[in-house]
């Protein structure tokens, strides 16, 4: 199987010379189809940079970040963003919703922008929102809901065009203990009953548990890997949560 994302040798250097800061040091991984990889690291380690550039909101200074055989360092312009629009469903920490428009708009927005034809969407939303149980606010601004209830929107416009990969950067983090483990069951529903395919940046040990892989990042340098076995969640997030005190991190969160 080849990997949907291929990330070889990235740098990233800002600022110039002589006040420079090294925030990728060269990072090679790959993602599988079907991975809920998360990537964890304490504050200043470099995990908004990596997913960032991946994201291709900003450009590396060195190295390759390659999805699906297209190198995403070199398109430009338009179409960039129209294979980002189709190929990649972002997730952010404060959920990015258009407050003008209500959760079924918001969801459907990608749809519209991409030319989904109205029928293949409409079922799509049905699905989607059933599953994210949020079919009751579709009708609702998002300033009506509730932190979960807006970022299982923020997911289904994220997945409303079947995109190749989620990037979700700290998509627990405003959220309260109760409405994150919602959050988290959900997105890890999606990737085994859909295979969706989840990169996601996060400090937090107990939503880094519904992972298959984490990656460890220090100084913008991968120092470790965890793959979750046949072992409960409680088990592999203690394991995490052994890597991160190594890290001088922690979690404020419990199971
Ligand atoms: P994390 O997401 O793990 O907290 P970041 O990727 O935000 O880490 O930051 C990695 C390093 O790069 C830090 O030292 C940070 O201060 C620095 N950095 C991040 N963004 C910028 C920027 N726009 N200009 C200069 N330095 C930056």
Request: glycine share 10%; with cysteine.
């Amino acid at each position: 199987m080849d990997p949907i994302l291929n990330i070889e040798n990235v740098t990233k250097t800002y600022g110039n010379v002589p006040n420079q800061t090294k925030a990728l040091n060269g990072i090679t991984f790959q993602v599988m189809p079907g991975e809920f990889l998360g990537i964890m690291g304490s504050s200043g380690s470099g995990k908004s940079t990596l997913l960032n550039c991946i994201a291709t909101v900003i450009q590396p200074t060195g190295g390759s970040i390659v999805m699906e055989g297209r190198s995403l360092t070199s398109l430009s312009g338009k179409a960039l963003a129209e294979y980002r629009g189709k190929n990649i469903g972002y997730l952010f920490q404060n959920f990015e919703l258009l407050d003008n428009l209500t959760g079924r708009e918001n969801i459907l927005l990608p749809t519209s922008l991409h030319n989904m034809p109205e029928k293949d969407s409409s079922l799509r939303l049905k699905q989607l929102a059933e599953y994210l149980e949020i079919t009751d606010v579709l009708d609702r601004f998002p300033m009506q809901m509730s932190g979960g209830q807006r970022q299982r929107v923020a997911a289904a416009r994220a997945m409303i065009l079947h995109p190749k990969i989620i990037l979700a950067d700290e998509p627990t983090g405003a959220l309260d203990s109760k409405n994150a483990k919602k959050v988290m069951e959900k997105l890890s529903g999606l990737n085994q009953q859909e295979q969706a395919t989840i990169l996601m940046v996060t400090h937090d040990s107990n939503a880094a548990s519904f992972c298959k892989r984490i990656l460890f990042i220090q100084d913008g340098v991968l120092f470790h890997e965890l793959r979750r076995g046949e072992e409960s969640r409680r088990d592999f997030y203690e394991r995490i949560l052994k890597v991160m005190a190594q890290l001088g991190g922690g979690s404020c969160n419990v199971l």
